[in-house]
């Protein structure tokens, strides 16, 4: 059982590297809205993953009850919604941060799920992860909170309540296959082109690098990712996912200096030091096996 679990998390694990893309391959499309980009991404995902379920004789796997559906929608669809909304009504550096504590949240809500207990490490290390995170997008420089931006701020909000409570209840709906995530996928990508047609204007790619980069957004972080973060959560270590999910905008950073699009900071060694610590901390059940206690007859 253990090794299964262990599996599972480090399947989940992949999925946080595949968002740690999501910065690198966006900026490659150039001036796409996020609406469109989403639909473009998500639909081909969708459509992937139901062709392949499809050849596979699977579709089956779709045929799930309502309330399945409005968690598996909402929880995709819901959480770029209001991330994509808090960033046009507040500002960026603000709206990210408090984004970000969707891990934290995971974590603390996790302690909710039956056979889940939270223990200090737990808390500790997704502490800070969150610190680090902060410092990656503030940068080490002071916040400031005006309230014209509420709306912003609660949109944020929303984003990270919806995302970390999507991530535990679907540990809830364990017996939901994760083939399922398919139609979750083709269901946003439709309600995001909608979304596009109401609320954007249409800036389409313009040349085959930034097709490339949409491929590769719908294959990975807005695809790939979702299955293999829906494995995890389901029968991994939903404790551990959470707080190592702070590796992601660090990694994410990372990847943006390296290809050229920022500049090396302080306040990046910094996160670098205070997310390891966090990720390592709270993933020590994975590395160290609990002690067995016999007693004597």
């Not at 253990?2 to 968002?19: D, F, H, P, Q, V």
């Not at 610190?131 to 909170?145: E, M, P, Q």
Request: proline share 5%; charged share 10%; aromatic share 10%.
């Amino acid at each position: 059982m253990r090794n299964s679990k262990t599996t599972a998390t480090l399947i989940g694990l992949t999925a946080i590297g595949m968002w740690s893309l999501l910065g690198l391959m966006g900026a490659a499309t150039g001036k796409m809205p996020p609406f469109l980009l989403n639909a473009l991404a998500f639909g081909l995902s969708g459509l992937a993953a139901i062709i392949t379920l499809a050849m596979r004789g699977q579709l089956a796997s779709l045929r799930q009850p309502v309330i399945v559906w409005i968690v598996g929608v909402g929880g995709l669809f819901g959480f770029h919604f209001f991330y994509f909304t808090s960033l046009k009504t507040a500002p960026p550096v603000e709206a990210n941060l408090i984004n970000y504590t969707w891990p934290l949240l995971i974590v603390l809500f996790s302690g909710l799920l039956p056979g889940e207990k939270l223990r200090a490490h737990h808390i500790i290390g997704t502490v800070l992860g969150l610190a680090g995170a902060a410092l990656i997008v503030t940068k080490g420089r002071s916040l400031t909170i005006a309230p014209e931006h509420l709306l912003g701020y609660g949109a944020a909000i929303l984003s990270a309540l919806i995302w970390s409570t999507y991530s535990v209840i679907s540990r809830r709906l364990a017996d939901v296959p994760t083939a399922a995530v398919a139609g979750f996928c083709l269901a946003t990508a439709i309600l995001s082109g909608l979304c596009h047609a109401l609320l954007e204007p249409a800036i389409w790619p313009v040349d085959a690098t930034q097709w490339i980069a949409v491929v590769g957004l719908g294959a990975l972080p807005l695809g790939a990712a979702f299955f293999v973060w829906d494995y995890g959560v389901k029968r991994g270590d939903i404790q551990i996912l959470g707080a190592a999910s702070y590796l992601s905008p660090l990694l994410s950073t990372l990847f943006l200096i390296l290809a050229g699009y920022g500049q090396f900071e302080w306040a990046i060694g910094g996160a670098a030091l205070l997310i390891t610590a966090g990720a390592l901390i709270a993933s020590k059940d994975l590395f160290l096996k609990p002690k067995v206690v016999t007693t004597a007859p």
